[in-house]
């Protein structure tokens, strides 16, 4: 398993930076830690987890990971740690580096998850920043394989702000895998041109996959293999809420518009959900969704990457 394992000792900040076999040998991984989640892959190995947002999932499911892999995590909560008062991400990386074997950072600005990863001389691994959530995205991407049995050629539909870390993921996680992408979000809120773009080129040169934006939410559901949505308000937006609440009322998740997609669609959240804004309950905790088969892939194809990178 390791010695065709490109990915040691890299860096986690985008799925643009992942190969499709790398990806492949993540799921590879991930299918056998699933299976005995008790393999002491890590022991000894420190994992630091910087945190500057708040976080059930991707916190509890890095530091459940890393112990189960037999080693430990360190939580540093940004409002304890000398950033607070101004010392710089590169010192940290640097000092880091000295102690831990693989950092995890929430932050708000991506920049600083790249600066942290130039600095540190071990793995970092991004844990969400306003542009993006590659943990997230590899970890749905499982579970629709889990699910579907493929992910090349399905259609998956993106409802709501077409512009937040989520959706940004998810252009390179469908470029990368060959899914077919829409994006149903008002133009205000369509992706970043320039991620957009870098996407449309890993499709031409992988010659699979499309990705396209369609305002309409009835007309973007229509074949749909999977339904996925996030908040309207992300961390950080919270003063935009009122205004975003009617914005993307029209790209609400209901029954209604899950009758419009396939019958064997199946319907995905990152989690935290608002229920009844974003999504409504009937369909959260319907028949469709797999939001916490989602969640609990979390700690699993997590573990796969830190084995991959940290082992
Ligand atoms: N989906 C996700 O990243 O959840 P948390 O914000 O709880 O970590
Ligand atoms: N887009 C959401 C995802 C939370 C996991 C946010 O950034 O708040």
Same mark, same amino acid.
């Given at each position: 398993m390791k010695s065709d394992n490109k990915l040691k000792n890299k860096d986690l900040l985008?799925?643009?930076?992942?190969?499709k076999e790398e990806i492949d040998l993540i799921f590879t991984v991930t299918k056998d830690l699933k299976k005995d %989640?008790?393999? +002491?892959?890590?022991? &000894?190995k420190i994992l630091a987890m910087i945190f500057q947002k708040l976080s059930t999932r991707t916190r509890v499911s890095f530091e459940a990971g890393i112990s189960q892999l037999g080693g430990n995590a360190i939580f540093l909560s940004s409002k304890e740690i000398q950033l607070k008062r101004g010392e710089t991400v590169e010192d940290t990386a640097r000092v880091l580096s000295r102690y831990v074997d693989g950092i995890v950072l929430r932050t708000y600005e991506h920049k600083e998850v790249v600066r942290l990863a130039s600095a540190a001389t071990v793995p970092v691994i991004n844990g969400l920043t306003d542009l993006l959530h590659p943990c997230q995205v590899l970890s749905d991407l499982y579970t629709i394989l889990e699910k +579907?049995? %493929?992910?090349? &050629?399905l259609k998956v539909v993106f409802l709501g702000d077409g512009g937040n870390n989520l959706s940004h993921s998810w252009l390179f996680g469908a470029a990368r895998t060959g899914m077919n992408l829409v994006i149903s979000s008002p133009s205000p809120y369509w992706p970043d041109k320039k991620l957009m773009s870098q996407a449309k080129a890993i499709v031409e040169k992988q010659g699979a996959g499309s990705i396209e934006i369609d305002q309409n939410a009835a007309r973007a559901v229509a074949m749909a293999d999977v339904i996925y949505t996030d908040v309207w308000t992300s961390m950080g937006q919270e003063q935009e809420q009122e205004e975003r609440k009617k914005i993307f009322q029209k790209y609400q998740v209901n029954s209604e518009l899950m009758s419009k997609a396939k019958s064997d669609a199946i319907f995905m959240h990152c989690l935290p959900a608002h229920r009844n804004e974003e999504v409504t309950d009937d369909v959260l905790d319907g028949k469709q969704s797999v939001v916490l088969d989602e969640a609990e892939n979390r700690l699993h194809v997590q573990k796969a990457i830190m084995y991959l990178l940290m082992g």
């Open positions: 985008s799925i643009a930076d992942l190969e %989640k008790n393999q +002491k892959l890590l022991p &000894g +579907k049995g %493929k992910l090349g &050629g």
